[in-house]
């Protein structure tokens, strides 16, 4: 069957480090992968998108990677922050398979809280 | 600003009730979508509209119905035959590139 998973349902860390967040998925071949934060009882807000032949994405702190051949994508904060508390999720965009674009695979997300 | 808005912000139904969420949205994009997110859950894709007049059914469309007679406008209706409808509804439209603008959300609750 078609999967998407993030490993962690949670990640705790200390201020300063480097959170990485995984995802991995089984049976697709998305021609992107994109992720978003979500604060409690808000919308997700997107924040990166990476396109399968890219290796690597950059923004500011934030650092995505793709890994087509081990299905996988990691993303990273650097020097993280209090602020960067939310839940991130991860969603697989399978245009080449004909689907609606915008027509999005969401993993369950990764809820990383960050401690002074 | 442009930006998506649901409404109401906390909703609650009682058995056999109809309620619709609304969605409205000024930044004039075509695409618009219906997910629901379910506590621990992935958001999953209920309805979604590529142009005015015409929507197709996501994953999980059954026990709703949805209309876009207006750009701006997308609204769902969570039906009776929904049994199981608690859940944060939540309202997207599509920005060039392919990414999703969302809306704040609807928390619907069972009374």
């Known amino acids: 069957s078609q999967k998407i998973e993030q490993n962690s349902e949670a990640l705790n860390i200390q201020e300063g480090k480097t959170a990485t967040l995984t995802c991995n998925y089984t049976n697709y071949s998305p021609a992107y992968l994109q992720w978003y934060r979500q604060d409690p009882g808000r919308g997700p807000v997107f924040l990166l998108l990476?396109?399968?032949?890219?290796?690597?994405?950059?923004?500011?702190?934030?650092?995505?990677?793709?890994?087509?051949?081990?299905?996988?994508s990691l993303f990273h904060i650097t020097a993280s922050q209090p602020a960067d508390s939310a839940t991130y999720l991860c969603a697989l965009d399978l245009m080449n398979y004909g689907g609606s674009q915008g027509n999005l695979i969401f993993g369950k997300g990764t809820k990383l809280s960050v401690k002074p | 600003?442009?930006?998506?808005?649901?409404?109401?912000?906390?909703?609650?139904?009682?058995?056999?009730?109809?309620?619709?969420?609304?969605?409205?949205?000024?930044?004039?994009?075509?695409?618009?979508?219906?997910?629901?997110?379910?506590?621990?859950?992935?958001?999953?894709?209920?309805?979604?509209?590529?142009?005015?007049?015409?929507?197709?059914?996501?994953?999980i469309a059954e026990g709703y119905s949805v209309s876009r007679e207006k750009k701006e406008s997308f609204p769902l209706t969570v039906t009776s035959a929904q049994k199981n409808p608690t859940a944060f509804y939540l309202c997207a439209s599509l920005r060039r590139g392919g990414k999703l603008f969302f809306g704040s959300g609807t928390q619907l609750s069972v009374l």
């Not at chain 2, 056999?16 to 609304?22: E, F, I, M």
């Not at chain 2, 994009?29 to 997910?35: G, I, S």
């Not at chain 2, 958001?43 to 994953?59: A, C, E, M």
């Open chain 1, 50 to 72: 990476i396109r399968e032949n890219e290796k690597e994405k950059r923004k500011e702190r934030l650092k995505v990677t793709f890994d087509t051949t081990l299905k996988q």
């Open chain 2, 1 to 59: 600003d442009g930006g998506i808005t649901q409404s109401p912000k906390y909703l609650f139904r009682k058995e056999g009730q109809n309620v619709t969420l609304s969605c409205e949205q000024n930044l004039n994009h075509d695409a618009m979508y219906w997910y629901r997110q379910d506590p621990g859950q992935g958001l999953r894709l209920i309805y979604y509209s590529q142009i005015v007049n015409d929507f197709q059914k996501g994953d």
